[in-house]
């Protein structure tokens, strides 16, 4: 039985993915085209009628875009939010087609299970998602200002991590962004860095050396590039003695790009 991952699109411009089993499938946010998500469908092998859900993290437009033209798009999907969510996306969602949720509950898609865990960013109530099938774990991190203990205890058992590594803090210091927008992208409700990413990422491998595959996401247009992200990372890592290999594999997720198929 196959557990999959795809990334229709990761960054500051917009972000979904698809994760499914053989008999499921969910996308997680619709912050791009329904066009563009209907392509990733159809690359990843999934007719519209087996998207069970719709999970969103949080309200922001990068994630929420297409949520009304998905709900013509795909007859049995529904759209899973918390309540505080909810309240601000509600005009976009069908009588009868929104199932709420409190931060941090579970729940089943087909034969999904999911684990929604409260996140640290600038929104009325953002989450992100681990989804669990035949004793794998796929999780979703991004659009979270720090990690705290109880955002950790739930990646840990990643196999495949979509790990948000945001910006580089140097070229933001540098960039066109006004002063007010770059204290809230470095602050505990922003997002996180390469080097939060990077420590993140060795602490889990120090923690417990299992094989995992870190997927870098949501990478801003103007504060980073998928060659600084990963130099980063890999620089960082290797002072602490960690490299990529056997047990570590580390991929970029990009802002324009469906991504290939992961399968566990």
């Known amino acids: 039985m196959s557990f999959k991952f795809c990334s229709f699109a990761s960054g500051s411009s917009g972000n979904s993915y698809l994760v499914r089993s053989d008999e499921t499938a969910i996308i997680i ?3 791009i085209s329904g066009k563009r998500i209907m392509e990733g469908l159809d690359y990843a092998g999934t007719a519209p009628e087996e998207v069970g859900a719709i999970l969103v993290t949080h309200e922001h437009s990068d994630h929420v875009q297409s949520l009304k033209v998905l ?3 795909l007859p049995e999907a529904n759209t899973y939010s918390n309540f505080a969510t909810w309240e601000n996306i509600q005009d976009r969602i069908p009588e009868g087609r929104h199932v709420a949720f409190e931060s941090g509950d ?4 087909g034969d999904i299970q999911v684990k929604s865990f409260a996140t640290h960013h ?3 109530e953002s989450v992100c998602y681990s ?4 004793g794998k774990q796929i999780t979703i991190l991004t659009d979270t200002g720090h990690i705290s203990e109880d955002i950790y205890n739930e990646i840990k058992g990643a196999d495949i991590l979509a790990l948000e590594a945001n910006h580089d803090p140097n070229v933001l210091a540098m960039c066109r962004y006004p002063y007010y927008v770059k204290r809230r992208i470095l602050g505990d409700f922003g997002h996180l860095s390469n080097e939060a990413a990077a420590e993140c990422i060795a602490r889990l491998m120090e923690d417990d050396p299992k094989r995992r595959r870190v997927l870098l996401a949501h990478l ?5 590039s998928p060659e600084m992200a990963l130099l980063t990372v890999r620089n960082y890592l290797g002072e602490r003695g960690i490299f990529t290999g056997d047990e570590l594999a580390l991929d970029v997720l990009l802002r324009d790009e469906v991504s290939k198929i992961y399968v566990l």
């Open 29 to 31: 946010d619709a912050g």
């Open 71 to 73: 709900h013509k798009k």
């Open 106 to 109: 579970e729940f089943s898609v």
């Open 122 to 124: 600038d929104s009325s």
């Open 131 to 134: 989804m669990k099938h035949d």
């Open 220 to 224: 801003s247009r103007e504060n980073n």
